[in-house]
């Protein structure tokens, strides 16, 4: 299952108690303050990890609570810190506060740390010469994990254009596919390996109109395609569900450049999908020229076409 946005509930360690503590013996007669500090509350870190490509783990654990400093003891012992409680997240995860929406950070390095809540300070203990003092309470919060793909290219266009045919026949990529609409539900990673270079792409699932304002769940999807290096444009050249392969390029680019405006300046590659069926040649020489592009023509499920295009792809990253 691919998770890409959950809410968790975070609380760092209370600082430790400072000790109160009289050290007498026959030589000091009104005794010496001899009381330990306490030790500092847990941090709680968010870390991210390479090795984990979804949210999932957080749907089945959702609280975090550090541990809290070791109270002060007499003859000037001061307590132990409380280890950090470090929460392991996949590179590209965006951490936010639940309340405000306020963006704490972009982690988009492997091992980037975020310390999203302070452990409490330990109180002072009485060989400061004053009255020990308690330690620091801590106060929980919630925040919002939302995961961004980090991808070179991501496939983009209508539900059923032949973006999972497409990543399935270019890469080992396992994308569902079905000659039906949202076959697939969740991004989809796959490594391309093409001559002496290796690139990743992300299958996003389809776009219709109005997924920049959540249709369809588009603006959830819309999002993986923020940290992609170029967007390649899949159109259903076919026509076969009685639209029109011009009408689809101008909506998804419409839908992009709503959701973001630097989506519509990302480099965009048009492929013409499904030349295989007798209607597309038709349509193809028709949406060329009136889109006055390069358009690359393949068949996804034929694999024809496939080594210009991915030529094409390579030379633009």
């Known amino acids: 299952m691919f998770v890409?946005?959950?809410?968790?509930?975070?609380?760092?360690?209370?600082?430790?108690?400072g000790c109160n503590s009289i050290y007498r013996d026959k030589?000091?007669?009104?005794?010496?303050p001899d009381g330990g500090g306490g030790g500092n509350g847990a941090d709680i870190i968010i870390r991210t990890d390479r090795n984990l490509q979804t949210l999932l783990d957080f749907k089945y654990k959702r609280q975090f609570i550090g541990a809290h400093g070791q109270h002060g003891s007499g003859n000037d012992k001061r307590g132990r810190?409380?280890?950090?409680?470090?929460?392991?997240?996949?590179?590209?995860?965006?951490?936010?506060?639940?309340?405000?929406?306020?963006?704490?950070?972009?982690?988009?390095?492997?091992?980037?740390?975020?310390?999203?809540?302070?452990?409490?300070?330990?109180?002072?203990?009485?060989?400061?010469?004053?009255?020990?003092?308690?330690?620091?309470?801590?106060?929980?919060?919630?925040?919002?994990?939302?995961?961004?793909?980090?991808?070179?290219?991501?496939?983009?266009?209508?539900p059923n254009a032949g973006k999972s045919t497409l990543i399935c026949a270019i890469s080992r990529a396992n994308s569902k596919i079905g000659a039906y609409h949202f076959t697939t539900k969740s991004p989809v990673l796959g490594v391309v390996n093409f001559k002496d270079k290796n690139f990743i792409v992300a299958d996003i699932p389809g776009l219709i109109q109005g997924s920049s304002e959540g249709r369809g769940l588009g603006d959830q999807f819309l999002r993986h395609v923020e940290r992609t290096r170029i967007l390649v444009h899949i159109i259903d050249m076919s026509g076969v569900e009685g639209r029109d392969p011009l009408d689809d390029y101008k909506i998804i680019n419409a839908e992009l450049k709503s959701y973001n405006k630097q989506l519509g300046k990302k480099p965009q590659i048009v492929v013409a999908n499904k030349m295989d069926l007798p209607s597309s040649r038709e349509n193809l020489a028709s949406f060329k020229k009136k889109l006055k592009k390069k358009v690359y023509p393949i068949s996804a499920l034929q694999k024809d076409g496939l080594e210009e295009f991915l030529e094409a792809i390579s030379k633009q990253l």
């Open 81 to 158: 810190d409380a280890a950090p409680v470090i929460i392991r997240v996949p590179v590209g995860t965006v951490v936010k506060d639940a309340n405000t929406g306020l963006v704490l950070r972009d982690l988009s390095l492997p091992n980037q740390d975020l310390i999203v809540a302070k452990g409490g300070k330990g109180g002072l203990g009485n060989h400061h010469r004053h009255e020990a003092s308690p330690g620091e309470i801590t106060q929980s919060r919630e925040l919002t994990l939302e995961l961004k793909l980090i991808a070179d290219v991501g496939l983009v266009g209508f």
């Open 4 to 17: 890409d946005s959950v809410k968790i509930q975070v609380k760092a360690g209370d600082g430790g108690r």
């Open 27 to 32: 030589y000091t007669r009104e005794g010496v």
